[in-house]
């Protein structure tokens, strides 16, 4: 089954520490997306690539880094420069930059920082 | 689960009746349109989407319909069932050259059997 998978589903980390979130794609798509989720708030775009070795910053980048090695590897590392980062992380893939296509997203990293 | 939308404005519905589910979406030159679902823990799921040469979309119970004027969506789910039971999400498109979906906060449906 085609799909897109994100790892762990739960993660602890200590303040100050950096961590890198996992999201591999088996769905031959050119770009994928890095989003944020908050209680109560819609999804926010953190980055994006839109092809190998590519990536741009989206709305909420400051405090994240990003690699696109490999078509169907997306890593997020969130960095202690990140004031906030307890949240739920998602990663989507779509079948390219071109207009008009759906995202498909995995099930999520819900990270917990204490 | 995940507590992905604490405060959420929420539908309560009975198993059977049908459930509209409303968005009202603001850039006015958005011309791609969304609905997702998302479980609890889960990741969104693609339900059906409209372009806006479109007024109405249907797929198998649900209908997308829109109204560019009040730059107004909804989603329709007919004979609604306790697997409906998610929080829904509308998204927004503009053509900007990136395809960079705008996601409104998403409403709770509660179907009760």
């Known amino acids: 089954d085609g799909g897109i998978t994100q790892s762990p589903k739960y993660l602890f980390r200590k303040e100050g520490q950096n961590v890198t979130l996992s999201c591999e794609q088996n769905?031959?798509?050119?770009?994928m997306y890095w989003y944020r989720q908050d209680p109560g708030q819609g999804l926010r775009l953190i980055y994006y690539s839109q092809i190998v070795n590519d990536f741009q910053k989206g709305d909420i980048a400051e405090g994240y880094s990003v690699s696109r090695e490999k078509k169907e590897s997306f890593p997020l590392t969130v960095t202690s420069a990140q004031k906030n980062p307890t949240a739920f992380y998602l990663c989507?893939?779509?079948?390219?930059?071109?207009?008009?296509?759906?995202?498909?997203f995995g099930n999520g990293t819900r990270l917990t920082v204490t | 689960g995940e507590s992905v939308g604490l405060h959420l404005p929420t539908l309560s519905v009975q198993e059977g009746d049908n459930s509209i589910i409303n968005c009202a979406y603001s850039?006015?030159?958005?011309?791609?349109f969304i609905w997702y679902k998302q479980e609890s823990g889960k990741g969104p799921q693609f339900i059906i989407d409209?372009?806006?040469?479109?007024d109405k979309r249907q797929g198998q119970r649900v209908t997308v319909l829109l109204n560019k004027t009040v730059k107004h969506l909804s989603l329709q789910i007919a004979a609604t069932q306790p697997g409906d039971s998610a929080v829904y999400f509308c998204a927004e498109q503009a053509p900007t050259g990136f395809q960079k979906l705008v996601f409104g906060t998403g409403t709770r449906l509660l179907v009760s059997p």
């Open positions: 989507a893939s779509s079948q390219g930059s071109s207009y008009n296509s759906p995202l498909h």
């Open positions: 769905l031959n798509h050119d770009a």
């Open positions: 409209i372009r806006s040469n479109m």
């Open positions: 850039n006015s030159a958005s011309d791609y």
